[in-house]
């Protein structure tokens, strides 16, 4: 069990090791995507994949909660939403790989239907212009990362940016409003 | 884009969003420092209005692996991976397995949903997608049952994406944007003329390849004019669930109103509005909870697509919007269907006329020009395959525009067409499935001929026209000749309008024999329709009347066929009020003989060696199903036996030579049924299971197919009688009995909800109850079975007790009653007030009703008077042969003569 790891490079990161992540993140990696993995293989009931519960579990998993504190669980998810994302647009792009030309559709759907069509393309693409606004807006860009990747609440992100909450909701507005524009204009 | 400018950008947006949105123009215009930071921050802020952006987490974009699938075989596929999965079932990207390259989509039922509904509603997607042939529709290639037996379909995979996303990502301009709409609505246009509404029409369900092939998809809950989507059966309205995608369905969608092909027309027009200014039209719509945005969308008028438009670039510019496709757009999205264009290609047409900059309809309102317009395209409506203008409306139009009535009529004229009414000629009207789509001519017709009437005045060729017009809505809505939507009162209504009207023509011009006949035609249409109110005794006077009427019309032109048809069909109905239909006659079953022979003779005979006309042989066949009907009812039942066999054999020959007459192949079922009630009644009881269930079988398909079909209600629900009461006495089978009288049920409440008017329905409803609850206590469950005998008593002592009550009404309720638990019926004596009227009613020429004054005597005790009676029953029947079995009512006579005779000694 890599908690004790794991835990003392959250330990190391809050005590300003930037160089925790580097060994950080393959653990948090390893742990993200068996469980994420599990799920996208329906063994969970429901039909809505929870982002948070993903991310939460690991959390549960890698993290003697003994020993950390509240800044050690804000690093911790910090690193986890990196990671979230870099599993989830795997996971994209080897479904893109089976599709030719990368299009999105779907014959014929009926009411009530959860997913409309095979959406991977789009995260690849949300990725790719996310990439654009990291460079204008670092904050927001990770502000995004956090709620959309790592699926964190308005204040979870606070906490883990240490920024107030107010902050958050105007940067996560002007964030998807950008987004938004940037996709429809792409 | 610096990171100043950034910053810049941020500061005003942020602050912008605190200012309230009728104030943001006005801000931005004082804090921007130039023209293309105003923009750029009005642009964020429209698209930040977009909520549904990233507000699902990353990782549910993503669908879940099934692996359980992949690989899996469906019919000739095998399972790539799942696409996507909702409330019904699963689709699936499979390919052949023969040859990978032809992709495809399956779907699958979910097995933990295959209820009757959603496979009836699954079933409805494949026809419909079956009868479907159209380039821009996407296109049924199999289906079929997987191995667990689960229904599932297959359809071409459209490689595409929403036409709006399409739009966007390509930059497209106005005109290219209508252009793709244009292909859209050739589409629509195509499924409607195909009689199929979609009732879902939006963006994620028309996809566009990337060669900018728009593809219509997702017929799942499309109707071919179904009765629940048009209101009708309003018991399973309410366990429904809202199966239409909210923001794109029509104020009558919302408030559960009937449905047409106008929901589609106003579905396209939300699609073309956002199409054209990326908003919904009720974007600014109250959205505090569902109920006020329903009230939005069926109260509030959206505004012009031009005037929301709040930063302006190429692709979205007032300018371009203002005036033609303002009008466009709104005309499709009327809250009134009759407002909106009356067809999606009616719409396509306007749009067409916008880009070639010739005027457009929705901004015009009467010209000459227009009409002139309308009648030419007119003809061009009348010709095509399925929509045709209602008969009177043709005639109609054409004498006005010769009369040179006001322009207000043209447009009463057009709307009647827009509102795709059916001509009842009866090539239609016998097709399976037209019966809901006939429906419309009943609602709109009328308004319209009443309007009409009051101008009709002193053009007697005008006023015969509108009288036959009222006779052809009454046999829409209810006229047993053909087939109907079974609601009598409404069908009286309109017969009544076009006698008086008639009546004085015929007056004013002796000579017309059009006029008599038409005449003759209403005299007799109300005689067939009154019976089933209870007016037996003026549908009477009717018949005769008519039977008068066309002797006359036939004697001036005696060589005209239809002449001799017509008075042929007048016998008919004076038999069936004499005494053919059981229910509904005065109790004179001699004299109903004498008309039925009458009106056999007035059937040709076939000359050698030429196959008899349908319409002939079906003639003979409806008057000799009556006849047998009437040697059963006398205890001829081997008579019957032989003749419902040899109609049978005749039947089945003429509706195999017309196999896409519904009305052929009703009669074999008809005569299934009775030639299974026979059996039965001879205990052979094998044969009549069998022919029963085949009976069953058919009608029900049938049923499923056209559920506005009366005549097939009619036939599933004597046939489940039937064959509940012969599991009843002959099998001893309680519980298959009650299976068959809980059905019957159904379909009487269905009638009774449908047609209040209807007495006959209403004593059956009463009757199934209390068989209901005798297989109920013979099963054991005392207490419901009390319950149902209570409920059917009661509903039969209610039509007993209405003053134009017929004698078998009465006699209905005494036998109910007598029938009774005593537990259910309290005290016996109330009943022989009924008993006896029954007795009288029937002029003592009623074994049955005789039959039941005579229980009624025996449980008061008055046995010497039970004896009687039954004595005066007995005498009514044949002589009986030693040997030869006797009717069920015989048995009984005789069991009770000899129990009163024993309490008498």
Redesign the interface.
Known sequence: MPSAIVTQLLHQLSGGNRQAIDELTPLVYSELKRI?GG????ERPG??????A?VHEAYLKLVDQRETSWQNRAHFFGVAAQV??RI?LD??KG?RR????G??????????????????S??IE?DEVLTRLEK??ERQAKV?EL???G?LSVQETAEAMGISEATVK?EW??A??????EL??? | MNPERWQELKRVFQAALEVPREDRETYLRAECADDAMRQEVAALLQSGENTDFLSDAAVTYLPKDDESAAGRRIGPFLIVRELGAGGMGTVYLAERESDFRQRVAVKVIRADVASGETVRRFTIERQTLAALHHPRIVRLIDGGATEDGLPYLVVDYVDGVHIDKYCDRHNLSVAARLKLFLEVCGAVHYAHQSLVVHCDLKPSNILVTEDGVPMLLDFGIAKLLDPVSMGLETNIAQTRQRAFTPSYASPEQLSGRPVTTAADVYALGVILYELLTGLSPYASANLDSPAAWIKSVCEDDAPAPSTTIPVETPERSSKALRGDLDAIVLKALRKDPRGRYGSADQMAEDIRRHLSGQPVLARKNTTPYVIRKFLARHKIGVAAAALVVVAIGAGLAARLWEARIAARRFEDVRNLAHTFLFDVHDSIQNLPGSTAARSLIAQTGTAYLDRLARDARGDAALQLELAEGYLKIGDVEGNQFSPNLGDTSKALESYRKALPIAESIAARNPKDMHARRVLARAHMDLAGALPFTGNSVEALEHARKSEELFRQAWGAAPADPEGRADLRRAYETEGDILGGARDVNLGRNKEAGDAYREALRLIPEPRPGVPEAERDGMARISLGVKLADRDDRAGRYAEALKQYQSLLELAERIANENPHNARDSGMVGTLLNRLAAEQSTLHQNAAAIENYRRFIEMAEANLAADPNNDRTRTGLTVANKNLGDHYFQNVGDFTQALRCYRRVAELLEWQVRADPGNVVARAHFSEIHEEIADCLLKTGHVAEGRREARLGLEIAKGLADRPGATSDQVYNYAHLAINADPEVLGDVAAVLPYALKAVEMSHGSDPFSLHVLARTYARSGNYRRAMEMEQKALALFPPSEPGKPVSGLQESIQDLLKESRDKLK
């Open positions: 994420a799920q996208l293989r329906g039909h809505t994949l929870q982002a948070t993903l979230m994302r989830l996971y994209a479904r089976e599709k030719r030309g299009g999105m559709a779907l014959a014929t759907l009926d009411e009530g239907l959860v997913i409309g069509h095979d959406r991977s789009d995260l949300i204008l807006d995004v709620r959309f990747f699926g105007r507005a002007m998807r409003a950008w987004l938004h524009r429809a204009s792409a």
